[in-house]
Nanobody
Framework: QVQLVESGGGLVQAGGSLRLSCVVS????????MAWYRQAPGMERELVAQ???????HFTDSVKGRFTISRDNAKNTLYLQMNSLKPEDTAMYYC???????????????????WGKGTLVTVSS
């Protein structure tokens, strides 16, 4: 089985920076795209950024120009570099991964077969 473990969350002031990490372990040969999602109190979970096997990236409009997603294959680690943080970025951040051999039909899973437990990011004003 695949396991995802996030780290790097914390409390920062508006305008500050933070880097989140997601270490991947287990049977990773069939993993496909990876992504970061977030969920704020009282809000639905939303996609923040994603990266394909080929390295193509996508960001939600609210974080474009501020966040960067990357991966280090040698360390089996996914990163989310967050700059110019705003109070609106406060949320629980989750790492997720899709699997080429796994069919995901539940809409709330966003096509992702594996999820981490999350790391909390709090941005003060």
């Amino acid at each position: 089985q695949v396991q995802l473990v996030e780290s790097g969350g914390g409390l920062v002031q508006a305008g500050g920076s933070l880097r989140l990490s997601c270490v991947v372990s287990g049977s990773i040969a069939s993993l496909n795209a990876m992504a970061w999602y977030r969920q704020a109190p009282g809000m639905e979970r939303e996609l923040v950024a994603q990266i394909s096997v080929g390295g193509r990236t996508h960001f939600t409009d609210s974080v474009k120009g501020r966040f960067t997603i990357s991966r280090d294959n040698a360390k089996n680690t996914l990163y989310l570099q967050m700059n110019s943080l705003k109070p609106e970025d406060t949320a629980m951040y989750y790492c997720a991964a899709s699997d080429l051999l796994s069919t995901v039909t539940q809409e709330e899973l966003h096509g992702m077969a594996y999820w981490g437990k999350g790391t909390l990011v709090t941005v003060s004003s």
